[in-house]
């Protein structure tokens, strides 16, 4: 039988003394009591079943460490003097096609996560991660790309671009869109008596940041979108938006029409959307008689030409992307149809990849004026490592709120964002309130490297040793939840992303405002939401048999109960919690199951806002870095007031 050790890394300086001693563990190294006691134990290896009574997966109590002694063996911390390695010797068992599928997902991401943190032990931080990127030296990129239709097709239908776009950048797809293919839509069947059948093609052309979780989408700095057939207009429309953290902006849409020609509306002067020929749209009579009035009195008049759709079925075209001052300008054949301005938060400079997809077969792609260097990658831009940022060390008294922020890996300049603006407020600076971010490893070793060294210096960031995936948020978040109430012995816990900007004291005076010894769940709640059952976010019946969710607060921001959060630590200790891969509803349904025994206050406001941000709002979402700056800025000058840019 073969053992491995779990471990977690608490960036907190206090668990460490100079003399490379634990505090407050009386000198010796033994953690069978670690304060992670359960949340990495053979959970991961356990399969869920279905329970009759509770119709949704329930992990079975049987218990599969292996003790001795009577206990479990003691483990050795790792000499890093940020944290302390806390976790229990794991038992194996041996594959079988018992496992469930998030099982499967979780096994393999304990394997590699714990396989990548070794590597990143065995490297320092100046090799692992090349010293033009840590130390802002310009990394040397080529002016131009080229590649066939054919290796598009071999690597994904993406092309890499190493340092980006700059103002003047240019890429030319050459291409041919297929001919319409029928798609099945279920949703039209009750408009059509029964026919559900639309004829489509269309393609996407995607300027791609960086990836940072598996289960989540790469920000698409510009998308862009031609429908040749399918539209719900049943026209041809060219649309243009941007996506960030899988949250669509305002689409623009070119149907054919032409767009204001006021200032404001310009794209370096260009018109947003040209006019093209609609059977629907004929000239008018009064521009008829305006057009032969003026040729009558002799004034000279200049041609107006409108062209057709330019992107036909099974012909090919030359399509052409460049990055202006103010926006993207996109040329067919040689004449300008749309422009898009860039909106705030998507940098040229991220635009790192270009994705082609859809029903169209691309000949070859021509990328030329491209940025020689790419400085932004420099870490030392994003990372301030300067003292004012550190956290303070965790205070031996009790808290009266704990927040626990879920991070990606990479998303450096989402954790600096934070340290500058609601990690500042002066609850926090108080002691009165704490933070930590929870974060997962990744696939590259040089990004943990420096994660380790983040860590390292601002003390604020927990350290989970398995590989991030989306469904595997869950056990981050049981991880707050015994964080929050075996460190920092915390009254309340409050869960957020790392995109979501915090009103510390509007949080603390809401939660004030309940009776002090209810139970407590707060939040922006969802009542009867039901599962989807197609799509990307699908969920299968055997992951959840019910129709509805129970009520659940939406995953950005929602805070619990101390008593809640121990509820969910003894459960998980012993077994017994029930996993779901969607982690609000998953706190949802542990708090339906505390709900039965001690009664829980369920506290609804919009103000902890789901998409965007309100006036007045408790917490914002999907709120960029720049967004962060600007609304702490706004909010020191007493106003909560939005940021609505990106």
Not at 56 to 76: C, D, F, H, Q, Y
Not at 378 to 402: D, G, I
Request: charged content about 25%; proline content about 5%; overall charge neutral.
């Amino acid at each position: 039988m073969r053992f491995e050790i779990a471990s977690v890394l608490s960036g907190d300086d206090n668990y460490i003394g100079l003399d490379e001693k634990l505090v407050g563990y009386n000198g010796d190294s033994d953690l069978s009591k670690p304060f992670f006691s359960s949340v990495y134990k053979d959970t991961f290896h356990r399969k869920l079943e279905d329970n009759e009574n509770q119709e949704a997966p329930l992990m079975p109590r049987e218990v599969l460490l292996k003790n001795g002694n009577g206990g479990s063996r003691p483990i050795k911390p790792l000499q890093f003097r940020y944290g302390r390695i806390t976790g229990e010797i794991m038992r194996r068992r041996n594959r079988t096609s018992e496992f469930s599928v998030l099982e499967r997902m979780a096994d393999e991401a304990w394997t590699l996560g714990l396989k990548a943190w070794d590597e990143v032990d065995k490297f320092d931080v100046k090799e692992t991660v090349s010293s033009n990127v840590y130390e802002g030296k310009p990394e040397s990129c080529p002016s131009w790309l080229s590649m066939s239709g054919e290796e598009l097709a071999n690597g994904d239908r993406l092309m890499f671009l190493p340092c980006g776009l700059a103002a003047g950048s240019s890429i030319t797809v050459v291409g041919t869109p297929h001919y319409a293919h029928q798609e099945f839509l279920p949703q039209l069947t009750r408009r059509r008596n029964g026919d559900s059948l639309v004829m489509v093609s269309q393609f996407m052309v995607e300027l791609q940041g960086l990836k940072s979780v598996d289960g989540e989408d790469p920000p698409k700095i510009l998308h862009l979108n031609p429908r040749i057939k399918g539209d719900w207009s049943h026209r041809p429309v060219i649309e243009h938006n941007t996506c960030y953290r899988m949250q669509w902006g305002t689409a623009q849409r070119c149907d054919g029409l032409s767009s204001k020609k006021d200032d404001d509306m310009l794209v370096d002067g260009n018109l947003r959307c040209e006019k093209w020929m609609r059977n629907d749209v004929a000239d008018s009579k009064d521009s008829k008689t305006a057009s032969w009035f003026k040729r009558f009195i002799g004034r000279e008049q200049k041609p107006e030409v409108t062209w057709p759709f330019p992107f036909v079925e099974g012909r090919l075209f030359i399509l052409t992307l460049r990055a202006g001052v103010e926006g993207y300008h996109i040329n067919v054949g040689g004449r300008h149809v749309t422009s898009f301005p860039y909106r705030t938060g998507f940098t040229l400079e991220d635009a790192t990849g270009l994705a082609i997809k859809g029903d169209v077969d691309i000949h070859s792609v021509y990328a030329t004026n491209l940025p020689a260097s790419h400085p932004s990658f420099s870490l030392q831009r994003v990372l301030e490592m300067s003292s004012k940022w550190k956290a303070e060390p965790l205070p031996a008294r009790p808290v009266h709120l704990f927040i626990g922020v879920l991070s990606a890996t990479n998303h450096f300049a989402e954790r600096m964002a934070i340290r500058k603006t609601w990690m500042q407020s002066s609850k926090i600076k108080s002691s009165n309130v704490v933070a930590r971010f929870f974060v997962a490893l990744n696939p590259r070793k040089e990004v943990n490297a420096v994660l380790k060294k983040e860590a390292a210096f601002f003390g604020d960031i927990v350290i989970l040793p398995f590989m991030d995936r989306y469904e595997l948020v869950v056990l981050k978040t049981i991880a707050i939840c015994e964080f929050g109430v075996q460190n920092v012995t915390a009254a309340y816990i409050m869960k957020c992303d790392d995109d979501t900007f915090i009103r510390v004291d509007a949080v603390l005076k809401e939660i004030e405002g309940i009776f002090p010894k209810r139970s407590l769940y707060m939040g922006n709640l969802n009542l009867l939401h039901r599962p989807l059952r197609t799509g990307k976010w699908a969920v299968t019946y055997e992951e959840w048999p019910q129709e509805v969710y129970p009520p659940y607060a939406n995953g950005p921001g929602y805070v619990i109960s101390s008593d809640i959060a121990k509820f969910i630590v003894l459960q998980h200790g012993n077994q017994s919690l029930r996993l779901f891969k969607m982690e609000d509803v998953s706190m949802g349904m542990w708090v339906e199951q505390f709900n039965s025994t001690m009664t829980v206050r369920y506290s609804h406001s919009w103000k902890f806002c789901q998409y965007g941000c309100m006036e007045g709002y408790y917490t914002a979402h999907y709120q960029s870095p720049r967004q962060m700056i600007c609304l702490w800025d706004k909010l020191s000058r007493g106003r909560a007031h939005c940021c609505n840019f990106r």
